[in-house]
């Protein structure tokens, strides 16, 4: 299929990214406007009442600090998922947003995990390895644009920082890094060039000896 065809700036692109952004900043407005606190609604690792976070964990914050961090990053790399990506964009956002959040509470330490930076960091990996495992050149370079405004990222998937659930940032990691081969002959891929046979291939056989066809 041609490159063209299905890099088409649709709707989704830009709706998407806005309509999640905006969604967690109403959560967090309802929180301090109400005087609510949806902290206990993350991940709780390993406990039933704690596996409802694992569906509602990617719209809690717990501070201003923390909504701005992820607010950018997730609309740039959710824009970059629906363009380059699109036909498996849902599937990435939805199911692996799923999975980022049960491997969080499969793994992750006694403590409430909230927060869309395991969304972040599905997204930053499966954007950057996508674009490397297909080595198409427009997707590459993605990757390579990625690594360049992201690349620190990679640390905290390690705990290197109190306060932080590093467990979430890895498992967003791991699946993402997983979807990307699981979804590597999805939408566009590098073709390899089909040369074409012109009249002067003719006078020459299979072996490449010079073979004419005979004129009677």
Known sequence: MNDDNQLKVSKSVFLIPTLYVLSIWLIYWIEI???????????FPRTLSGFKG????????????HLFNNSIPLFV?????FYFYNNVAYKVLLIG???????????????????ASGIVYLLF?????????????????????????????IWYVLPIKDGVSWEGHLSGFLVGFLFSLFYRKKGITRQEYQFSKTDFDLLFDEDGNFNPP???
């Open 97 to 115: 947003g799923f999975f980022t959040g049960f491997l969080t509470w499969i793994i992750a330490r006694d403590a409430y995990h909230i927060g």
């Open 77 to 81: 790399l959710l824009s970059c998922l």
């Open 54 to 65: 694992v569906f509602l964990t990617h719209f809690i914050h717990s501070d201003t600090s």
């Open 125 to 153: 990996s499966f954007v950057f390895f996508s674009g490397i495992i297909k080595k198409h050149y427009r997707l590459v370079a993605v990757s390579l644009i990625i690594i360049f405004l992201y690349g620190s990222m």
């Open 33 to 43: 406007t109400f005087g609510y606190n949806f902290n206990k609604l993350g991940v």
């Open 214 to 216: 005979q004129i009677e």
